[in-house]
């Protein structure tokens, strides 16, 4: 009887596709070494040429107790952007401010944390779990909030820049500034002639992809429409635009706050500089809590008064951390109710 040899298979069989997926980096893996880079080029900018032992004692010295009222306004501006996300939806169709406040909460506790705007998609799923609110018409209000904050930003910067000194990216600014309202008075009027049809019209190739009908399609746009409500109805644009100036208003204050612990004697309109340049830094892909683009942006800021990168940097530091710890403990408390308000149904399915 003879004796049959199983010829054995090469174990590196299953890596020999050259042409196939595996070995190359996923677009996530890209996307995530991308934010890392940007936060290191950035962090460097920010921080190159930094006397460390001055930059220390001017941390040292500063007046902390200014951070009290700037941690109440911080707060203050955090509701009026939530306040603002709930305008943006068509009257008769808001959600609850409680959802609101909490949507918004773990949306910044996940940008904080992560790349690539992730409170973004993180806040719209809170909402979409904590309302009746179709997840497409949630999106269309998220798209709509980001057009409102550049264009309030601009326009706080054309409001302020006779009290503002004069810096090299004036000229950029006020360029982005004329584009942004071009653009929006296009899309204004167009939305205002032909409705939803020229959404229809650009989401007319997702038709091709499976599990997707036409009709399907069709009705996810429409929900998107109505999120764009802020675009589309004056009264809903007009108690945004409020809102919107107003937060940012709250931003400058409390950046200006900050500003005091360390320059007692500089004016307000420092605090509306630091606030316009993070405000258009954050154009810029984020690295998880902007790290980097942040501080930069201050110290790019506090150039026009004079203002060492030395002594900028400390200042820029503080700011950011009294941006970044607020948000994660409220985020992080705001995401843990939402799980236990979650979890309460299944228990109760697990014990009837």
Known sequence: MGIQ??????????????????????????????????????????VRGVDWHRAWVAVEHCEAWWLLPALAVFVLQVL????????????????????????????????SIMPARAGEAARVVSLTKN??????????????????????????????????????WFGAAEILAAAAAIALAGTVAVLAIYGDRPLQWLARPLGRLPRLSPESIE?????????????RQHRVALEATIWTLA??????????????????HITFAAGILVTIATGLAMVIPA???????????????????GIS???????????????????????????????RRAARPAQAATYT
């Open 287 to 305: 690295p998880p809590a902007s790290l980097g683009v942040f501080e930069y942006a201050c110290v790019l800021a506090l150039k026009a008064y």
């Open 131 to 168: 309302s009746t609110v179709p997840p497409a018409e949630i999106v269309g209000t998220a798209l709509v909030e980001r057009v409102y904050d550049l264009v309030a930003v601009l326009i706080i910067f054309l409001a302020a820049s006779p009290w503002l000194p004069h810096v090299s």
């Open 5 to 46: 040899v199983q010829e054995e298979r090469p174990l590196t069989a299953p890596v020999a596709h050259p042409g196939g997926r595996r070995g190359r980096p996923s677009r996530r893996t890209l996307a995530i070494a991308a934010t890392l880079v940007l936060a290191a080029g950035f962090t460097y900018l920010a």
């Open 80 to 111: 009026l952007r939530a306040m603002r996300w709930r305008s943006l939806f068509a009257h008769g169709r808001r959600p609850d401010r409680g959802p609101i406040v909490e949507a918004t909460l773990i949306g910044y506790l996940f940008n």
């Open 309 to 339: 990168q030395t002594g900028a940097l400390p200042y820029a530091v503080v700011l950011h951390i009294s941006n970044f710890v607020p948000l994660v403990v409220a985020g992080a408390v705001a995401l843990h109710i939402g799980t």
């Open 247 to 264: 937060a940012w208003m709250a931003s400058s204050l409390w950046a200006w706050l900050v500003l005091l612990a360390f320059f007692p």
């Open 219 to 231: 009705r996810h746009v429409a929900l998107l429409a109505d999120g764009l409500s802020g675009l």
